[in-house]
């Protein structure tokens, strides 16, 4: 019974929708602010940016409840935190600890995420949103109570599709504030140029998060105009009795409920959205068409997220970052700005090779150019790091971008100088999070932008120290992006958005005030480049409604556009030896690379298309919404051990013969500074029972753990594989240190920790154990294109006193790993040995699930292998290795394993694994997990021929 019912829970486990762990860095000092529904937690470094978020939450949730209709009943936690500078935020709507996750890195101008008043408003303002949604309580009772019992407990709209959760949210976000993505004109281009294509997403692709180009995009983007749509149809309250039909007393799907507010399937009614879409966007192509559409040629056809192209100051090379669906197509690539002959030979010659061998065959034609050969190529560090935003810095070396891991799992962007022609690279800053770098004509300087704690500022960078000077402080309301210099090396430009628009700004490269270049009070201007004479810039102007390329000369006047394209044209970098433009133009799969001749390019007039075109085209807000209310936050105050939440957890585990099953209490904070874990067990005979009660400290590096436990295992009720000298009531304590970090494709950790208890053994009687264990491990990981490697090393040793009888005990095991694209092959081998005259009870024992309720240190005799009977093989030393390989979630396996003194024995077993490493979810105070499940045969010994069943659900706090 306990066998069915934890393979149950865990097949339950495996086939959930994974969520991702929260990353946290509790052992900074951590403060909080506290206003009449919201606590919110943040790292001192971060009060600034904290407060500035606490004092728009209070005016959101008055904004949003009204127009949502609902709002949660429980305050809500906010945890802001910075460790890998990225743009995002994630709301976790659990009915009882309502949680939003923000990192405060504000967005580039390119981002459907650029166009806002204020980033801060706008992603406190999308996250509250999912919360004030999702935690919507069913007026079923029925349902009300299993949500209450269910864990993590979730309302009844938390089933509708993502692309509801996100569009609708993304919805409010314009809404109230008249900007946002709803507003913006990545958004429309996008919508636009997809649906030119014929390829805006079919209904049931709308909540995909991966499977081609802005795929994961279009719940938020497409998602949003539907829903907009659908509200200037059926009127905004629609919407809110689409929520209340799905959250009624008669249960419904969301298909259902839907279909009786609008009446019609989502499908359908959205197959008509795509059909009016569609129409809009021809409409809008013909207008433009129509005054001639500019949009230079192209330089190479390509998918994927293609960064900003870099001309080397002579001309002759151009550098380009390159995107694909995984890291492994990530790479950065130089070619030759002029056209080669060779690429044409050896077309033609394999055309003529093609007619030779049949000469009916048709050969294909060229739509595109000749995809071209890279003269240099840069690849993830590691194959897990890509480089980015290439700048040419004389004609050999390139500034390039790349994260770099800290201690605690941080990121940080930093700036690197890359020898193209040698291939050899140096890291120039550290620990500085610099990006968009651009190099000043000595050589000797950058101009780059720094993002440190929510805001982003220009900065100037030694190239040959990585010291930092700055330039110009961001602020919540000023943020710089892609810094430039100009020719004669004294004067940095940059985009800078400030009063909910991006415009061009300007700084004296040895310092000053900032002054602004260009300002459109009607539309963004971004990307700028300066052309060779220093006197004009080529820029990114939204006027009109679409990214277009523009110059605009430094002394001031009007724009001259240059470019008139259906999508949008975005990234220039000028050619100083031709004049040439090179940027990128979006298309359904892609960004392709494109030149323009900016001395012949005169599209004339800028065409304003109607809004009445949207979503093809950019929304324009008929009023601007009041900034959302603010009020002054008070002091904050030290987080301490945060506010505790508490779970109960089932957990147990069924190994061939036997079982136990337990519950496990887990108490936690917000960020998991301090875990608190109570564990109790009872199982069938021979099965390990008892209980435990443990800590763990975070708030320091290393971290501290401490535990009491209290074991009753009397392994000679399994029968054959064991007697009654190891029966024995076990009852201590432990304490311990922990510190790990990671350095990109090297992972380690130390440990190490002592022992007090009392053992009470059947044959032996009363007596104490002490011991000390440490343990070391290291782990490293790399690819290079679909070749991925992996190698681990651990080492653990103990030593102590049972009883009047010393002894030390040590345990190395390997790990080996080799893959191509989805195969891979893993060997993990693991030697042990006991010091001679250990009591028996500290010899090696293999079989059973290992330790279930005491650190596994403090038993690293007991060797876990569960399709075994506890006490299988036994011995002073032990001596086992795995092979594997995976296909899919499942893992089949060869396993064998020895204690006997010349190897001449083994115990070998052949079967077939699943397991689920879960790193914990602080907003659900779900502590770190491990589920497996698996089935093994014999192949020789007493367990010839013979079928093991196991599965096991195991909490770590």
């Known amino acids: 019974m306990i066998k069915r019912v934890l393979l149950a829970v865990l097949l339950g486990a495996a086939c959930a929708r994974t969520a ?54 429980r305050r809500v936690t906010v945890v802001i935190d910075d460790p890998a500078g990225e743009t995002n935020g994630t709301a976790w709507s659990f009915l009882r600890t309502p949680y939003i996750q923000l990192y405060p890195t504000p967005p580039d101008p390119r981002s459907s995420l650029g166009n806002s008043r204020n980033y801060t408003e706008q992603l406190t303002l999308h996250e509250f949103t999912h919360i004030a949604h ?64 014929g390829r805006l997403p079919a209904y049931g692709q709308l909540d995909a998060v991966t499977g081609g180009y802005q795929s994961g995009s279009m719940a938020y983007l497409t998602g949003s105009a539907f829903l907009e749509w659908l509200a200037a149809r059926r009127g905004e309250q629609s919407l809110v009795d689409l929520w209340r039909r799905m959250s009624a007393r008669q249960i419904r799907t969301f298909d259902e409920a839907f279909r009786g507010v609008y009446g019609g399937s989502p499908a359908e009614l959205y197959g008509l959205f795509v059909v009016e879409a569609t129409a809009n966007a021809l409409e809008a192509r013909r207008l433009l068409s129509t005054a001639g559409l500019v949009a230079g040629d192209t ?11 870099s001309v080397s100051a002579d001309g002759r090379h151009v550098a380009l970052p390159l995107r694909g669906p995984s890291i492994l197509w990530s790479r950065i690539v130089v070619w030759r700005t002029a056209e080669t002959a060779a690429g044409d030979s050896a077309a033609n010659a394999a055309r003529d090779a093609l007619l030779r061998r049949d000469s009916l065959d048709v050969p294909a034609i060229q739509v595109w150019p000749r995809p071209r050969t890279p003269i240099a190529t840069l690849r993830p560090a590691g194959g897990l790091y890509g480089y980015s935003q290439p700048r040419f810095m004389g004609a050999d070396q390139l500034l390039v971008i790349r994260s770099v891991p800290g201690g605690g799992g941080v990121l940080r962007p930093e700036l690197f100088v890359w020898n193209w022609r040698r291939n050899t690279i140096r890291q120039v800053t550290h620990n500085a999070a610099i990006r968009a770098a651009d190099p000043a004509p000595d050589g000797k300087r950058a101009a780059a932008v720094q993002c440190r704690n929510g805001f982003c500022g220009l900065v100037m960078v030694d190239l040959r120290t990585g010291a930092l000077t700055p330039l110009a402080g961001g602020t919540a309301d000023r943020v710089f992006d892609r810094a430039r210099f100009s020719p004669d090396g004294r004067t940095v430009v940059a985009a800078m958005q400030e009063g909910g628009r991006w415009k061009i700004a300007a700084v004296d490269a040895a310092g000053g005030p900032v002054r602004v270049v260009y300002d459109d009070p009607a539309a963004s201007t971004y990307d700028p480049a300066f052309t060779a004479d220093g006197d004009s810039l080529i820029v990114v102007s939204e006027a009109g409604g679409i990214p277009n390329l523009a110059r605009i000369a430094i002394a001031g006047g009007a724009p001259e556009p240059l470019t008139r394209v259906t999508g949008l044209a975005v990234a220039p970098d000028v050619n100083r030896a031709t004049g040439d433009v090179y940027f990128l133009s979006l298309h359904a799969y892609g960004l392709d690379l494109q030149r323009l001749d900016s001395a012949t390019a ?14 093809a085209v950019r929304r324009v807000a ?41 519950v496990a209490l887990h108490n936690a904070d917000p960020i998991g500074r301090l875990s608190l874990m109570a564990r109790g067990g009872w199982g069938a005979e021979g099965a390990e029972r008892g209980a435990s009660a443990g800590a763990v400290w975070r708030g320091m590096r290393p971290s501290v753990a401490a535990e009491a436990f209290f074991i009753n295992h009397n392994p000679s009720g399994l029968g054959a594989y064991a007697d009654d000298g190891f029966d024995a009531d076990y009852a201590g304590a432990a304490a311990s240190v922990r510190n790990a970090w990671n350095r990109g494709r090297l992972a380690q950790e130390w440990r190490a920790g002592v022992s007090a208890g009392r053992l009470d053994q059947a044959e032996e009687g009363a007596s104490a154990r002490t011991l000390a264990f440490g343990r070391y491990a290291a782990s490293n990981s790399g690819r290079r294109g679909p070749l991925f490697t992996s190698g681990g090393l651990a080492l653990s040793g103990s030593g102590g006193q049972t009883a009047d009888e010393r002894w030390a005990r040590g345990v190395a095991g390997v790990s080996l790993g080799l893959g191509w694209g989805a195969l891979g092959l893993r060997g993990d081998a693991s030697y042990g040995r006991v010091s001679g005259g250990t009591p028996r009870w500290e010899r090696f024992t293999v079989g059973g699930a290992g330790p279930l309720l005491v650190d596994d240190a403090v038993l690293s005799q007991r060797i876990a292998m569960p399709a075994l009977r506890w006490g299988a093989l036994e011995g002073d030393e032990v001596l086992t290795w795995r092979v594997s390989t995976a296909f899919g979630g499942v893992r089949p396996y060869y396993w064998a394993g020895s204690t006997d003194p010349d190897w001449a024995r083994w115990q070998r077993m052949v079967g077939v694994e699943m397991s689920t490493d879960f790193a914990g ?10 589920a497996t499940g698996g089935v093994a045969y014999g192949l020789n010994g007493p367990y010839r021929n013979g079928w093991s069943l196991y599965t096991s659900l195991t909490y770590t706090p």
């Open 299 to 309: 330089v190479q056809h390509l998918t994927w997220g293609t960064g900003d192209p």
């Open 20 to 73: 991702a762990a929260q990353s946290t860095r509790p052992w900074l000092a951590w403060r909080t602010l506290r206003t009449e529904h919201f606590d919110v937690h943040f790292p001192a470094e971060l009060e600034p940016w904290a407060r500035e978020a606490a004092s728009r939450m209070e005016g959101i949730q008055a904004a949003v409840a009204p127009l949502v209709g609902s709002t949660p009943d």
């Open 921 to 930: 979810l602080l907003s659900a105070a779900l502590p770190s997990f491990r």
């Open 602 to 615: 005169r599209p004339g007039a800028i065409v304003q298309l109607p809004a009445s075109l949207a979503p």
């Open 622 to 662: 008929e009023t601007a919404p009041d900034t959302l209310a603010r009020a002054a936050v008070g002091a904050s105050s030290a987080y301490g051990i945060g506010p505790r939440w508490i779970r109960v957890l089932p957990w147990g585990s069924a190994t061939a013969g036997t079982g136990t099953a337990g």
């Open 134 to 197: 999702l935690t919507r309580p069913s007026r079923d009772p029925f349902t009300r109570l299993r949500s209450v019992l269910a864990l993590p407990g979730q309302g009844p709209l938390s089933v509708a599709p993502r692309w509801v959760k996100e569009g609708y949210a993304t919805y409010v976000e314009g809404r109230l504030t008249g900007s946002g993505r709803p507003f913006s004109a990545i958004r429309a281009s996008t919508i636009r140029q997809f649906a030119l294509e």
